[in-house]
């Protein structure tokens, strides 16, 4: 089956610095990758997909890039505000979204 | 914005008791999903239900799992022994052909 890995597990940043969180996958059959942000006893919510035929897709402050070849993906966020502090977890599915989540990245934006 | 919505937001049972926890999906969605996540541990896929039966299921989801649709607004996840190690948050979530998850905002489960 599917096997996500996530890095880093936690991250701190500066406030208005970027932040980077990258994901592997290893099931070439994998093509649908959604990163969610999760706070603190709350549930997981949808911040940004990306599907295998794009490379690149961005949201104002967020971006996703994905390489097939090498099966990664990373989640770009920039000019972080203290509010982005929270769990980021990616995921990776087929068409369907038996979603393999990654562990989490932990991500401390300090102002 | 319409919501995935689960009840009871907490569930505290004894071991071997049975639990069954609630979810309302959005109205128009044909895919539901239960995922599990132990606490500061990822989230893991337990089970996936489309046209009223189990389209796929992860090998966390035992003979001691099962899920429903009794009707046509609720979905519902039962564990009938529950183990200590059952213990976690479960979310609920749906979709429509070609939209993305929605998670419900999760029933934590304590067996004691």
């Known amino acids: 089956g599917e096997n996500v890995e996530q890095h880093p597990s936690t991250l701190s940043v500066q406030e208005g610095d970027s932040a980077v969180i990258k994901c592997t996958y290893s099931d070439s059959a994998s093509n649908y990758f959604p990163w969610y942000k999760q706070e603190l006893g709350k549930r997981p919510q949808l911040i940004i997909d990306i599907r295998s035929n794009v490379g690149e897709k961005k949201d104002q402050r967020i971006a996703v890039t994905l390489n097939k070849t090498a099966k990664h993906f990373s989640l770009h966020i920039t000019e972080t505000q203290p509010e982005d502090s929270a769990v980021y977890f990616c995921?990776?599915?087929?068409?369907?979204?038996?979603?393999?989540f990654g562990k989490g990245t932990k991500l401390s934006v300090i102002p | 914005e319409p919501e995935v919505t689960q009840t009871p937001s907490h569930q505290v049972t004894q071991m071997g008791q049975e639990v069954i926890l609630r979810c309302v999906p959005i109205?128009?969605?044909?895919?539901f999903y239960w995922y599990r996540q132990i606490l500061g541990q990822k989230v893991e896929f337990l089970v996936s239900?489309?046209?009223?039966?189990?389209?796929?299921k992860s090998e966390i989801f035992d003979d001691q799992f099962s899920v429903e649709r009794p009707d046509g607004s609720n979905f519902t996840l039962k564990i009938r022994s529950t183990k200590l190690e059952d213990s976690a948050m479960y979310f609920c979530?749906?979709?429509?052909?070609?939209?993305?998850?929605?998670f419900g905002n999760g029933t934590r489960l304590t067996v004691t």
């Open positions: 109205s128009n969605h044909l895919y």
């Open positions: 239900f489309y046209n009223n039966e189990i389209s796929e």
């Open positions: 979530a749906s979709r429509d052909l070609g939209s993305p998850l929605h």
């Open positions: 995921a990776a599915g087929a068409g369907s979204y038996q979603l393999t």
